[in-house]
């Protein structure tokens, strides 16, 4: 099966990287969004990062803007995707929001299409229980930004067929990405462990023990990490990483995942990390 057009449900932060890795490997994509102005912001994502890529690999395909134009398809109806040869959704960590959209999805998609539920937490087995088809649906678990990072992580369903798996491998090898397979349960591997990270490191600093720069430096400096927790939790997106603790605090009931108070106000202040500009740390320009 070639990948000539794919499906991709929800254009915030990672799905706008998940198009903008699409078209720089010839793929086109039709992006789903539910409002005009999301979808335009998108795009606007897209051809800069599009733009970007000279500057930031040397490896990944060069695209011109007109031609990353040619290969997207921006709308707000569902019904759209359903000429496309594979899906992948990345709507809002909620599972209040997914449910509805796959229930929607299995009715516009043939049969065999298969979806790639991309979600931080959310385990993948639930998803597949709101569609008629648990054995074409298999997770994705994509890192920011998606274009960048060359290892994803993927999850097998309870259903979940190896042809669903085989044909996502063959979706990654086209994007050159290596996928690690892993099971099914609450945030995978990455996000079970990462949220502790970033949720506790905004416990230091909502307890005053050191500044978000001095948190993120220790990680840096002392243990060589590239980012520091609160830098990895802005450039996901506060909003996300709150609603990915809720997730694995209502799966496990263990309260070792129970969201910091100040992760949780920072959202409802509409401080979501680079996104709008502000997080645990500021970034002028980006507002
Ligand atoms: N941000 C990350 O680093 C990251 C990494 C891996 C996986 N994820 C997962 O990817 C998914 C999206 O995360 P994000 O960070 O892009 O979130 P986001 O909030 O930036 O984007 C979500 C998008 O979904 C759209 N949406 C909501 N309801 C919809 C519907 N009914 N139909 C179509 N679109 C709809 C929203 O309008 C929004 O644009 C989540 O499940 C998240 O856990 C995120």
């Known amino acids: ?58 490896t990944l395909p060069r695209v011109t803007p007109e031609d990353a134009l040619q290969r997207m398809v921006f709308t707000t109806d569902l019904q759209d995707v359903a000429s496309c040869d594979f899906i992948i959704e990345n709507v809002t960590e909620d599972w209040h929001v997914k449910k509805p959209v796959y229930e929607q999805l299995d009715r516009v998609a043939p049969r065999e299409v298969c979806f ?14 709101a569609t008629g088809r648990p054995a074409n649906v298999v997770g994705i678990h994509l890192m920011n930004p998606v274009h960048l990072k060359p290892t994803v992580e993927v999850i097998r369903g309870f259903h979940t067929s190896d042809g669903t798996v085989d044909t996502l491998l063959r979706l990654f090898a086209v994007l050159g990405k290596e996928a690690i397979i892993v099971q099914d349960m609450p945030g995978f591997v990455s996000n079970r462990i990462s949220h502790l990270f970033m949720n506790e490191a905004a416990f230091v600093l909502q307890d005053n023990v050191a500044t978000a720069e001095q948190i993120d430096s220790i990680f840096k400096k ?17 909003d996300t990483v709150m609603r990915s603790l809720d ?40 507002e």
């Not at 002392?222 to 506060?238: Q, R, S, V």
């Not at 309260?255 to 680079?274: D, I, N, S, T, W």
């Open 1 to 58: 099966m070639q990948f000539k057009q794919i499906g991709v449900l929800g254009a915030g932060n990672i799905g706008s990287g998940v198009v903008t890795d699409l078209v720089l490997h010839g793929i086109s994509a039709v992006v789903v969004d539910i409002s005009q102005d999301i979808l335009k912001r998108a795009q606007a994502a897209v051809l800069n990062n599009v733009r970007c890529v000279p500057l930031l690999s040397k």
């Open 116 to 129: 790639g539920a991309n979600t931080s937490c959310i385990p993948i087995t639930q998803i597949a229980s």
């Open 222 to 238: 002392c243990f060589g990490h590239k980012m520091g927790p609160l830098e990895t939790a802005d450039l996901i997106g506060l």
């Open 247 to 286: 997730v694995l605090y209502e799966s496990f009931r263990d309260p070792k995942y129970r969201c910091c108070p100040l992760l949780r106000k920072l959202v409802h202040a509409g401080h979501l990390g680079r996104k709008t500009g502000r997080g645990f740390h500021a970034y002028p320009g980006l």
